[in-house]
């Protein structure tokens, strides 16, 4: 006991120095590795976000533009071919199809700002797991590949719909008017009454023998 | 009869005897006490790293509490309407590429007309970009709270969980200073005390008279 006691004191105590400094490195290596999830992560700022939802305003708003465009010309027609282009009907309806232009504008920028969020949560929750698993491994050089990895994943594209007809309720009642003097016995529309213009023989033309 | 020798060793053996198991006592009482403060010390040293931890965790959470006091929150509120509506009210705002076919030959009456009721139509647009925008801050401020509040979660999981793998690595350590503190016996109290008994032993036998008479 009187020899063997001061051996197995020093390599308790050697025991514990090499527990105490595994656990001061592995505490080290969680901060560590989260410095490099954060890094691999820094992308994902304000500017990222703000892009996206530009982006995705971006994808929407010029098949928001060509629909009014399309549903402009249409009406126009309509209007026109009942005289009421030039009219308080049909100031009302050109306005109310830049109303729903405008409401639609605002609709898309609405979801562009709800999809930056979702996007950021999907983000966070990457970055979280990432986390988790860096305190699980405490490995920083494998959290580092997988960082880069995870947050490369994130800037894979997405499938977006397209829009959908907007200006169809604004434009249904002129629409139904048109089918309506189309199937009509006796119809109005100069674009009824025989085909095209040039087929119903209007206009200016001369026989010559 | 015991001779005067006799009895002063028997003396003699005894008190060498209360003296060796003194020592031995008191060695096993140091030791004791040394063990137990090098258990103590290990236990104020992990207790002085996991108060710091708790310190900064505590500073986390009281810097989220704060943001979510009702005075900070309803500022977050109204800068994030403000923002929203903003953005949506731009949108609205948004000049389309083609404009409606109104010639500048048609009346003034009519070009008056259409003004009137283009004018109110984007009123309208305006006022359905302000209430969108007045809605969707709820659903914003939740989100960015709820974000907020993750992310303090986060930083404090790793005070904390430095804090839990510190408790329990406590009792080994706590073990190994134990060990690395406590110090084999001397020796000497158990030598005096088998000298003290092999005294009074002796005393005993009688052998001290029988040599005092030759």
Redesign the interface.
Known sequence: MCLGGGGSNKAAARQAAEAKAEEAARQARIVQGRGNIDQAFGQYNDNFYNKYKDDYTNYYAPQLEDQYKRSVDELTAALAGRGLLESSVGAEQMARLRETLANQKTNIANQGLDAANSLRAKVEQGKNDLYSLNEASADPAGINARAAASSASFAAPQAYSELGNVFASTLSPLLAYQTADQNSLNPRLPWNTGGSVLASGKGQGRVTN | MCTGVEIAMALGSAALSGVGSAINQREQQKNNERMAAARNAELEQTRQKNRQLSQQATEIFDQRLAQMSPEQQQQQSSQTENA?IG??L?????A???D????GS??QL?QA??A???G???T???S??TR??TL?MY??NM?DNN?AT??AG?KI??PV??AQ??AQ?LP??QD??E???????S?IGSLLQAAGQVGGYYAGSGKMGAKAKV
């Open positions: 929203r953005e949506l731009t949108a609205a705002n948004e389309p590429a083609v409606t076919p109104v010639s048609a009346p009519v007309e259409n009137k009721r283009l109110e139509a984007l309208r647009s305006k359905n970009a969108l925008g969707g659903n914003q989100f974000l993750a992310q986060q999981s790793v969980g430095f793998s510190n690595m080994y350590y190994l200073a060990i690395s503190a406590s110090k084999p016996m020796g």
